[in-house]
């Protein structure tokens, strides 16, 4: 296991620099770029490299057209599809794009669709592309002529070298097959390398051999005509491997991108946070302070919702647990095959959450840190028990008779439907990060806790004390 890994420090010594500052007067070309740029979220912690920017928690035509007439070139979706079947995947994909080509249509605009996936390879891929491509070219006069993928998300320690995308641990870079993520039940993969991770998720329709692949060596040496090229030659919705390390090599592949894209050139992109926050020409901003971020005065505790379980969310647990500063209560979930015993604990859960968070103290709430296990060939089945489960955690903050100082959630589906269904956000704006790859979203004027700050921890980002730290900034002084 992990023979593959490979130490960062001499990984990245390998890898040529290139001059910043010639990079960002090329990214003035971005400005180019005359499309609304459409993000679709499959979970909201794809928001964690931008700020002042709009989130949909709908894709309603209605929410969809307000996007289009924002003055802002992007705003996103979430679709919250990581946490769908398959075949409702594909219904609100078909929904969403039949939607995006009305909307542009009333709005006389042309567009761009990014598919934010996840940095670690998992998601409905190659469905949700492919079902855009199909729905929006049957319902107008646009073609996709290929598809770029370009996982790279510096911020979660996610680079693609030599077609090869890794998952930093510490200070080794692991081959993404050789992870956690790539054992994932729903959404498991065994190749590292993009060209034939792409094909094994396309079973065979795409052949690896057939991409085009943009090297750190091209992009380094700022071939950006040849790169051009490249893109100009792609047809056929042929897939685009793009190996990136640092935000220069998406700046320098954007450039070269626009260009062709002027030229005629149309893609469709599945891609992690880092692209989103360089087409969409998103300034950097510091991280958010704790003034910043509690509006208001009160005596009241704060919340934190703990869903996830990758290795990650469950080490920022333990380290939480060190903290003076939290109150914590397990959620048994397993009871959920006993439905009468599930809702007395729920009850349980919520009545103690209430008391505490009005006695001025924070609380953690937790999922029992145990898998649910039904056994080999029983995905679909587990899938519709944890959207149960996942109904419970969310309930949690339906039922908050307290406004909390603040809400933390952990993990990008509970993040998701806490934000949805419990906190009845429609659309929020995306204040800026609490932590590198954590973002914070200021709840809306229509949602049950109006400008409240949302912290949207996803699970697998952040160090071992990031939970907590986070936790005691916001702790109340």
């Known amino acids: 296991m992990n023979s593959n ?38 979970d909201p912690t794809g928001v964690q490299t931008v700020h002042g920017i709009s989130v949909y928690t709908d894709w309603s035509l209605d929410s969809i057209d307000k996007g289009f007439k ?89 680079f693609t070298i030599d077609n090869i995308h890794y998952v930093q641990y510490d200070e080794y870079l692991v081959p993404a097959g050789e992870t956690e993520f790539a054992k994932d039940r729903t959404f498991g993969y065994t190749k590292s390398n993009l060209g034939e991770w792409a094909e094994e998720k396309s079973q065979g329709e795409y052949k690896a051999e057939n991409m085009t692949y943009i090297s750190l060596e091209s992009l380094r040496s700022l071939d950006i005509e ?15 491997i793009v190996n990136a390390v640092d935000y220069e090599d998406v700046k320098i592949f954007t450039v070269a991108l626009i260009r062709a894209m002027n030229k005629g050139k149309n893609f469709m992109f599945r891609s992690a946070a880092a692209l989103t926050k360089v087409i ?42 060190k903290s003076d500063a939290v109150e914590f209560i397990e959620f048994n979930v397993h009871l959920v095959l006993e439905p009468e015993k599930f809702e007395k604990e729920l009850e349980r859960v919520v009545e103690t959450m209430n008391q505490l968070i009005t006695d001025g103290k924070n609380v953690a709430v937790y999922t029992r840190r145990e898998r649910l296990d039904l056994g080999e ?48 956000v429609q659309r929020a704006t995306v204040a800026g990060q609490i932590r590198p790859g954590i973002p914070v979203w ?36």
């Open 5 to 42: 890994k490979r130490l960062v420090e001499e990984v990245f010594s390998k890898i040529p620099s290139v001059d910043t500052t010639i990079v960002n007067e090329m990214t003035k070309e971005l400005k180019n770029l005359n499309k609304k740029i459409i993000v679709l979220d499959d």
């Open 377 to 424: 060939g029983k995905k679909e089945e587990e899938l519709k028990l944890s959207v149960k489960i996942s109904d419970a955690v969310t309930s949690i903050v339906k039922r908050l008779e307290v406004r909390p100082s603040f809400i933390i959630a952990k993990g990008g589906i509970t993040s998701s439907d806490i934000g949805t269904k419990g906190l009845e």
């Open 226 to 240: 040849i790169i051009e090229q490249q893109l100009l030659k792609i047809e056929n919705f042929n897939k685009v």
């Open 442 to 477: 200021t709840t809306g004027s229509e949602s049950k806790f109006p400008g409240i700050s949302y912290v949207i921890f996803p699970g697998n980002v952040g160090t071992k004390t990031d939970l907590k730290e986070v936790v005691e900034m916001l702790n109340k002084k």
């Open 70 to 158: 924002e003055d802002n070139s992007m705003f996103f979706i979430l679709t919250n599809s990581r946490g769908f079947t398959a075949d409702e995947t594909k219904k609100a994909h078909q929904e969403i794009a039949a939607n995006i080509v009305e909307a542009a249509k009333r709005n006389n605009r042309d567009f761009t669709i990014i598919s934010r996936g996840d940095s670690t390879l998992r998601g409905h891929y190659p469905l949700e592309t492919k079902i855009l491509k199909e729905t929006v070219e049957s319902n107008s006069d646009t073609r996709f002529d290929g598809e770029v993928i370009l996982p790279f998300f510096k911020e979660g320690g996610r």
């Open 280 to 321: 969409g020409g998103v300034s950097d901003k510091p991280l958010l302070t704790r003034e910043e971020l509690m509006s208001e005065d009160t005596n009241n505790g704060g919340l934190v919702i703990i869903g996830s379980h990758v290795k990650k969310t469950t080490e920022q647990f333990e380290e939480l647990k």
